[in-house]
């Protein structure tokens, strides 16, 4: 799938139908505090609503799923591109900061946070919401009760790929079901990924139901 070519804001990463313009200063070596702040916020899976919209951010959301983006609320005018998290389209350091809301459970997380350290700006930040663990086991008890035999087995899966992923790094892809790999995050499967990727200052928040990593691009 290529990207929705949607005329929005002036030198827009979509503009052109292009994937990515360089909107990163490129003829600085090093990215300065003032660059990140007014860079573009990239929204990684954004689905159907697209995060940093409205606070004077340029934001562009990037999602999986073409039907989502064309849901999205247009008054807010953001940049939307078709497209996976594990490959995406566009040039290197032109991002600011990325969010990811829930978007990062259903990805490859090693090709994803290497293509996420690749599109920010040396001290870049991102922001991603997680999966843990107690948030699949309602889900698996939600399924055992309503004798969901498929919903169940899937909630296994999730929960062995999840500990695969805390114990080795590693992630596994069912055969069918689109190569489906989702899995629950822990704190420490989450930051050796990061870390290992170039991202530092890793912190954690506590979200309603998920859990929140913040880190940042290495200067
Ligand atoms: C649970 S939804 C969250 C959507 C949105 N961020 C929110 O908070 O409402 C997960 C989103 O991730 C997208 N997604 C799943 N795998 C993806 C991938 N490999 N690359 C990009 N987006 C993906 C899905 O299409 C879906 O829109």
């Known amino acids: 799938m290529g990207p929705l070519t949607v005329p929005t804001v002036p030198s827009s990463p979509v503009d052109k139908g292009e994937p990515a313009q360089g909107f990163a200063p490129a003829h600085r070596e090093r990215s300065t505090a003032s660059d990140v702040n007014l860079a573009w916020t990239l929204d990684l899976g954004c689905g159907r609503a697209v995060s940093a919209v409205g606070v004077g951010q340029r934001a562009c959301g990037l999602d999986i799923d073409f039907q989502a983006l064309h849901d999205v609320d247009w008054r807010e005018r953001p940049s939307l591109v078709c497209g996976r998290g594990e490959q995406l389209p566009f040039r290197d350091c032109c991002f600011g900061s990325i969010v990811s809301r829930v978007a990062v459970p259903y990805m490859r997380v090693d090709e994803t946070f290497r293509e996420m350290e690749r599109v920010l700006l040396p001290g870049g930040t991102v922001q991603l919401s997680l ?25 296994c899966f999730i929960i062995v790929n999840g500990t695969c992923f805390h114990l080795t790094g590693r992630q596994v892809s069912l055969p069918f079901r689109q190569q489906r790999c989702e899995f629950f995050q822990t704190r420490t499967g989450i930051a050796r990924a990061l870390r290992a990727r170039g991202f ?20």
């Open 200 to 219: 530092c200052d890793v912190k954690w928040q506590r979200g309603p139901r998920e859990f929140i990593v913040n880190a940042r691009k290495a200067c």
């Open 131 to 155: 999966h843990p663990l107690g948030m699949t086991v309602r889900e698996l008890r939600g399924a055992v009760r309503a004798r969901n035999l498929k919903n169940t087995l899937y909630r």
